[in-house]
């Protein structure tokens, strides 16, 4: 695996399909996943570390987001990276930037409502590293549903030759959705509520459950229950991340909610006929504690 720290350098590795999975770092099996999928459509794999300060609205849960290169160097190797690409800031904004890339409508809701900026700055610091790493197609995880639609639909409208491939959320044993985050929860049980909300979510669509309102409701119980601080619980379209009020078309159902310090999303993907993804789960415990204390 070749490490690189410019665009430029980037480009010179280029052989045949190149795929990218862009992450913030701190790796785990998530990340992984998506190297995995990228793996069995290109030639080259790309993976790229970069904590973007453009999308934290609170500079404190920026200087707490955990990172550590080395550690991530060696998972992206074992993953089967071909190339690490870890700019500086000052390789990804080179200048004083009066560029903002801003998808509307897809970016509204759930977290943009919650987290004033966040999508803009998703939004420019992925189309940088389409422009600047030229990839073919890139993968992104579902755990990040509406993040996924607002790629999607900003790789559309800028006419970004980039096929966008989402793999599924890996959980941990217990069902928790694997994020960085995981390494500083205090109460899992409390965090908890949020996978077994929406498995419960999950079960009642099986049985026919197709109103919002209900199926939302089966949610937030389930994170109350456990102690959790629900900020929201939305049905909504897959392709616009608009709220719907039944399940009448590809929908996730997402919910974000505070357990403690520690601020979680997660979502369920469903369908009309009741099936559902998920996601895959661990039978191990997760390379995210290694060296810790869970």
């Known amino acids: 695996m070749r490490i690189v720290d410019t665009f430029a350098r980037v480009r010179e590795e280029r052989r045949g399909v190149v795929a990218l999975v862009p992450t913030m770092g701190y790796l785990h099996e998530g990340h992984t996943?998506?190297?995995?999928?990228?793996?069995?459509r290109a030639d080259m794999v790309v993976m790229s570390v970069f904590v973007n300060p453009l999308q934290f609205d609170r500079p404190d849960d920026l200087a707490r987001y955990p990172r550590d290169l080395d550690r991530d160097v060696a998972i992206a190797a074992d993953a089967g990276?071909?190339?690490?690409?870890?700019?500086?800031?000052?390789?990804?904004?080179?200048?004083?930037?009066?560029?903002?890339?801003?998808?509307?409508?897809?970016s509204a809701g759930m977290e943009g409502a919650h987290r004033p900026g966040h999508f803009d700055g998703v939004a420019t610091v992925v189309a940088k590293l389409f422009a600047?790493?030229?990839p073919h197609l890139?993968?992104?995880?579902?755990?990040d549903a509406q993040q996924l639609a607002l790629v999607r639909r900003m790789a559309a409208d800028l006419s970004f030759p980039v096929e966008i491939v989402d793999v599924p959320t890996v959980r941990e044993e217990d069902g928790l959705a694997l994020s960085s985050r995981n390494v500083?929860?205090?109460?899992?049980?409390?965090?908890?509520?949020?996978?077994?909300?929406?498995?419960?979510?999950a079960a009642a669509a099986a049985e026919g459950?197709?109103?919002?309102?209900?199926?939302?409701?089966?949610?937030?119980?389930?994170?109350?229950?456990?102690?959790?601080?629900?900020?929201?619980?939305?049905?909504?379209?897959t392709a616009t991340?608009?709220?719907?009020?039944?399940?009448?078309?590809?929908?996730?159902?997402?919910?974000?909610?505070?357990?403690?310090?520690?601020?979680?999303?997660?979502?369920?993907?469903?369908?009309?006929?009741?099936?559902?993804?998920l996601g895959t789960r661990l039978d191990h415990q997760s390379v995210l504690y290694e060296g810790r204390e869970r």
Do not use: H, M, W
Not at 138 to 143: P, V, Y
């Open 241 to 277: 991340a608009q709220p719907i009020p039944s399940l009448d078309r590809p929908a996730f159902l997402a919910v974000a909610a505070r357990v403690g310090e520690v601020r979680l999303i997660d979502n369920v993907f469903l369908y009309p006929d009741g099936s559902a993804d």
């Open 184 to 201: 500083f929860l205090a109460d899992r049980a409390a965090a908890l509520g949020l996978s077994r909300g929406l498995f419960a979510a």
């Open 138 to 143: 890139a993968c992104f995880g579902r755990k």
């Open 33 to 40: 996943a998506c190297v995995a999928a990228a793996r069995r």
């Open 81 to 106: 990276a071909d190339v690490f690409f870890a700019p500086s800031a000052d390789e990804v904004y080179s200048t004083e930037s009066l560029t903002r890339v801003q998808v509307t409508v897809v």
């Open 209 to 237: 459950e197709r109103s919002a309102t209900a199926l939302e409701t089966v949610v937030a119980i389930e994170v109350a229950e456990r102690g959790g601080d629900l900020a929201y619980v939305t049905l909504a379209d």
């Open 132 to 134: 600047g790493t030229q």
